[in-house]
């Protein structure tokens, strides 16, 4: 070799060495994207490193710090008793807020810091996603066991950071459920919309009314595709019990998620009616729908029992989820799609012609909206009577709304601009950004079946929940989620693959400050991201790879994930 192409040599091996040894911000795969971090020079070794945490810590921080310990366990397959001589120390810090948290990485040791649950758990989640993805398999892996040296102060952009998920078109088991709540908690949503009764079917124990999982809970078969008039005549149903209805409530309590259920009133409340046919304007009889779309059936506003049944339900539910939102619905109560030539009930009804005359409801096309208004006021009076307040879709602002409800607004943002202009909360869940049951892709035919619409991730990631909001108006926006309807999901595989990567794309206009979203910079986490959906077992959509639809099973193959997994340098 001649001397110049040794001194090239030894520059090429030098640029070489510097890169890999001189960590590239770029190269921080986490999401959603933390807010302040700085990744600095050096590595620090899990394996067999001591876990520790403060005396202060509750006891659900202290069982998340113990998750976590015994993920690095299964994971590293050592111990971590500290034989390596180095420690993880959880402090409690009670000059940062209840969802911030800090991290310090140093060769040395790793200091994490944080007031209260939910921050101690973002910091997990945070270290999970510097680790290599094999942690999330929870069984021993080959894997270069080191964290980058980083320093990170993080916390969330909205306080509200939402995924709704309906149960009444397609039916979740509880085993399902929590893996949703675990993929939830890897990118720190903090609030679960459990929508639990429809006109398909009605998904939770009430005591008081046993009819209405006994015969509410099932229908006679199921809509084939749209083809309107068919039926596969296939039984489908099922419902939570009380206790697991609590079982979820914990174990997301224990993640920092609130669970949030919806008790859609006064429509979508066929199967409701199907049991107690008495509660309907027209007495029945009501069959739980065995197809999709608006029904005409609702909830007769004119007849006081109706009253007495929504406050029983309600006082149960209360006693299941100590949230402090219930979402009352209020979503599509008129113009049934099925019968377009059949007026709606509350329209021709004597028992809610008598309730409008009493309350100087003015007769016209707007008086079923003031009717609805009055059912709203009542519900929200009783639960805010029990210190809970209401969330309702943004049809509840049509008419008058009575102060301290929050508009859940979702046929776009209109609902959530208006709302937030009139002083009320919002919660934005616009269907044109947010509604996973959307296509992803343009090539429908090698997608899954699915109800219409085009949501790619990238126009996903794009929103922003300000746009259109007036000055001065921006802290009425809570924050954002997105929704799951499954009219047309059935298969866990397919409910994961509408829900993944836009889940992620979600968490960060959940999380990240406007300025520090970057779709390049996102995108590019995306192998990373994938990796660790498929060490935890989930699917996910690679419609933004160019590689269409859920048949490739499993998500990527073995051999792929395998040489993942295995990588050496992860570029820190
Ligand atoms: C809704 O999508 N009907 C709220
Ligand atoms: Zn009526």
Redesign the pocket.
């Given at each position: 070799m001649n001397f110049m192409k040794r001194i090239l040599l030894f520059w090429a091996a030098a640029l070489l060495l510097a890169a890999c040894s001189k960590p590239q911000p770029q190269a921080f795969h986490v999401i959603p994207m933390p807010d302040q971090v700085t990744v600095n020079e050096g590595v620090f070794p899990v394996a067999g490193a001591l876990v520790s945490y403060d005396d202060q810590l509750d006891s659900l921080s202290a069982k998340a710090v113990g998750r976590f310990c015994e993920l690095l366990q299964s994971a590293t397959g050592k111990p971590c008793n500290g034989k390596n001589g180095k420690t993880i120390r959880f402090g409690f810090n009670p000059n940062l807020a209840a969802e911030q948290y800090s991290i310090e990485v140093r060769p040395e040791e790793v200091e994490v810091e944080a007031s209260a649950l939910n921050g101690f758990v973002y910091a997990i989640e945070t270290l999970k996603q510097m680790l290599p993805p094999a942690i999330y398999g929870g069984k021993p892996a080959k894997a270069d066991w080191v964290l980058p040296c980083v320093s990170i102060l993080d916390q969330p952009r909205f306080s509200y950071r939402g995924m709704h998920l309906d149960p009444c078109r397609h039916f979740w088991t509880i085993e399902e459920t929590k893996r949703y709540l675990d993929v939830m908690t890897a990118y720190k949503l903090n609030r679960f919309h459990w929508h639990l009764t429809e006109d398909q079917g009605w998904r939770m124990e009430i005591k008081k009314y046993p009819r209405l999982t006994e015969v509410g809970a099932w229908r006679n078969g199921t809509v084939i595709k749209k083809e309107w008039g068919s039926n596969d005549g296939i039984r489908y149903g099922g419902f939570y019990t009380q206790d697991q209805m609590k079982e979820i409530v914990a174990y997301a309590a224990e993640r920092g998620i609130t669970v949030i259920p919806e008790l859609d009133l006064p429509g979508h409340m066929v199967a409701a009616l199907t049991a107690y046919p008495e509660l309907g304007c027209t007495g029945g009889p009501y069959e739980v729908w065995t197809r999709w779309g608006v029904a005409k059936d609702i909830l007769c506003a004119g007849n006081e029992q109706v009253y007495t049944f929504l406050e029983d339900v309600l006082t149960e539910m209360m006693e299941i989820f100590p949230s402090e939102y219930i979402h009352i619905g209020g979503?599509?109560c008129f113009g049934g799609d099925a019968e377009p030539d059949r007026p709606d009930p509350w329209d021709i009804c004597p028992k809610c012609a008598a309730r409008m005359k009493a309350l100087g409801i003015k007769k016209g096309p707007q008086a079923k909206h003031y009717l609805q208004n009055y059912v709203t006021a009542r519900v929200q009076e009783f639960l805010n009577s029990h210190g809970r307040k209401i969330i309702g879709?943004d049809e509840i602002l049509e008419g008058d709304l009575a102060e301290g409800a929050t508009v859940m607004s979702?046929r776009g943002v209109q609902g959530g601009i208006a709302a937030a202009s009139k002083g009320f909360d919002a919660i934005m869940t616009p269907?044109g950004f947010l509604y996973f049951d959307y296509y992803q892709s343009q090539e429908r035919d090698k997608e899954p079946f699915g109800i219409g619409g085009y949501l790619p991730l990238e126009k996903v990631y794009g929103y922003e929940p300000f746009d259109g909001i007036s000055a001065g108006a921006e802290d009425h926006i809570l924050g954002v989620q997105a929704?799951l309807?499954t009219e047309y999901i059935a298969t866990p595989e397919h409910l994961e693959y509408m829900l993944l990567p836009r889940m992620c794309a979600l968490s960060e206009i959940q999380w990240c400050e406007a300025e520090k979203k970057d779709f390049a910079r996102f995108d590019a986490s995306l192998d990373h991201t994938f990796a660790i959906l498929d060490a935890m077992g989930m699917q996910y959509s690679l419609d933004c790879r160019g590689k269409i639809g859920l048949e490739r099973q499993p998500a990527r193959n073995a051999e792929e994930l395998e040489a993942y997994l295995a990588k050496k340098d992860w570029g820190w």
């Open positions: 979503d599509e879709w979702w269907n929704n309807w």
